[in-house]
């Protein structure tokens, strides 16, 4: 009998204390101390039940989605069919999903990075959208993030630029809206038109010159300016962001005005198109004087001249003007020519 009464009072104890008992949950975030160089998107975070409470409104409304839909107009972060890119003086807005904090409107400076905050500059000169998410997504895995949901929007775009040179009365840098394009006629027209010896010239268009330091160098696509009746035209071409068009007088030129126009490329302290009056001696020698001293690491002893022949072929010479300057020769000095290009080449250094 009393070892009942004591089974029974031991029972209703044990079930006493088990009803009292309150299980063991896991936090809904685990807080990272202050002052340690883990970011906050690092920790892992436990997927919140049905009853946690709603997350905090972030620092910025969600943006809206401008991916196209079925049966509506193309995203309006393209125009004509080409995406906008992020330039120099570019306004974006750039959301982190796992780090508010990092929510804002950057402007993109002249070198074409943001300063994201915590995170320090972030290059994305040139990229669309898309490609910006990726970029910054990229630095944050990088910078111990275990997830990076990156959404980028340009707020106010740039002007995109093109850049008309050669046999043009204002040769230079012809800006347009951004994200459109413009035709080679109206670009032409904004360069001040051609000038009076370009007649019968033609034009060499090099996509996306103005990215490269040596855009001169690029192949590109090359257009007559005159039709088969010898009349002028000028073909039916759009140029868009970085694309330079280089105008090439014709042989004829020399007939009604005299003057030259050699392209110098390669490793000189000025690329481009150097001029020659009527009646001015026109030699590699005077070009070389024109131009001033070479870089130190230009290999003058192999200079480049490229000529055109009367089928169109281009003929190539190689000259040692290293030894022209120094014996100051005339009969070595090399006659140039309207429109042909002179390319000096960088010398090779070997370390052993």
């Known amino acids: 009998m009393r070892k009942r009464l004591l089974t029974g009072?031991?029972?209703?104890?044990?079930?006493?204390l088990a009803g009292c008992s309150t299980p063991f949950r896991e936090p809904a975030f685990y807080p990272v101390p202050r002052g340690t160089d883990q970011e906050p998107s690092a920790v892992s975070r436990p997927a919140a039940?049905?009853?946690?409470?709603?997350?905090?409104?972030?620092?910025?409304?969600?943006?809206?989605?401008?991916?196209?839909?079925?049966?509506?107009?193309?995203?309006?972060?393209?125009?004509?069919?080409?995406?906008?890119t992020i330039q120099p003086d570019t306004l974006v807005q750039v959301s982190v999903e796992e780090d508010p904090s990092l929510d804002g409107s950057y402007a993109v400076n002249k070198i074409g990075a943001i300063e994201l905050n915590y995170i320090g500059p972030v290059i994305l000169y040139n990229r669309t959208e898309r490609e910006a998410e990726s970029k910054i997504r990229e630095v944050l895995i990088n910078r111990h993030f275990r997830n990076a949901t990156v959404r980028v929007r340009i707020l106010r775009a740039s002007y995109d630029k093109v850049k008309v040179d050669g046999a043009v009365n204002q040769p230079g840098l012809v800006p347009i809206g951004a994200g459109d394009a413009i035709t080679l006629n109206d670009a032409l027209l904004r360069a001040g038109g051609l000038r009076p010896t370009a007649r019968g010239a033609r034009v060499r268009i090099v996509r996306g010159g103005l990215l490269s330091a040596l855009s001169s160098t690029l192949e590109g696509e090359e257009f007559s300016l005159m039709d088969a009746e010898g009349q002028p035209t000028i073909p039916d071409v759009s140029l868009r962001n970085n694309d330079v068009a280089y105008v090439f007088p014709s042989e004829a030129a020399l007939e009604t005005g005299g003057e030259r126009e050699i392209l110098v490329l390669g490793e000189v302290r000025k690329p481009g198109v150097y001029r020659f009056r009527a009646g001015e001696p026109c030699t590699l020698m005077h070009l070389l004087f024109k131009m001033g001293d070479l870089p130190p690491y230009a290999n003058a002893k192999a200079i480049r001249v490229i000529r055109q022949d009367a089928g169109g072929v281009p003929e190539e010479q190689v000259v040692n003007a290293s030894r022209i300057l120094k014996e100051g020769d005339p009969s070595e000095d090399v006659t140039l020519e309207n429109g042909d290009r002179v390319i000096v080449p960088a010398r090779r250094i070997s370390l052993f």
């Open 49 to 84: 039940g049905p009853d946690a409470p709603e997350p905090p409104a972030p620092g910025l409304p969600a943006l809206p989605d401008r991916s196209p839909v079925a049966g509506t107009a193309a995203s309006p972060d393209a125009t004509q069919g080409v995406a906008l």
């Open 9 to 16: 009072f031991l029972g209703i104890v044990i079930g006493w």
